[in-house]
Nanobody, 126 residues
Framework: VQLVESGGGLVQAGGSLTLSCAASGRPFSNLAMGWLRQAPGKERELIAA?????????YPDSSVKGRFTISRDNAKNTLILQMTSLNAEDTAVYYCAAGLAAPSIRLTSRRQYTWWGQGTQVTVSS
């Protein structure tokens, strides 16, 4: 599976950004997906997950709940992360990841993801 993120960049605090992840190499609808991020000096953390059919989502990080929305378009083999009300603490490299799971299951641990993108930098200026 190949995953390619796009949409990162520099944004002012309070602004919005939408990240995309294009997947190939395996039927996208067979993949549970997630977004993770890694800030400087910190571990990579899961911030959003979505089931194969998109009917179940998970946001383990309370700091992004209500601000970030994960979604997917199985017809376009694309994973999306909509980010609003960005602040300096959101500055990180954002990674798209994929793993195998039953249709309605989200992958809730970083270790459950098998395939990873190269990441896209998001920088929020205050």
């Amino acid at each position: 599976v190949q995953l390619v993120e796009s949409g990162g960049g520099l944004v002012q605090a309070g602004g919005s950004l939408t990240l995309s992840c294009a997947a190939s190499g395996r039927p996208f609808s067979n993949l549970a997906m997630g977004w993770l991020r890694q800030a400087p000096g910190k571990e990579r953390e899961l911030i959003a997950a979505i089931s194969r059919n998109g009917d179940s989502t998970y946001y383990p990080d309370s700091s992004v709940k209500g601000r970030f929305t994960i979604s997917r378009d199985n017809a376009k083999n694309t994973l999306i992360l909509q980010m609003t009300s960005l602040n300096a603490e959101d500055t990180a490299v954002y990674y798209c990841a994929a793993g195998l799971a039953a249709p309605s299951i989200r992958l809730t641990s970083r270790r459950q993801y098998t395939w990873w993108g190269q990441g896209t930098q998001v920088t929020v200026s205050s």
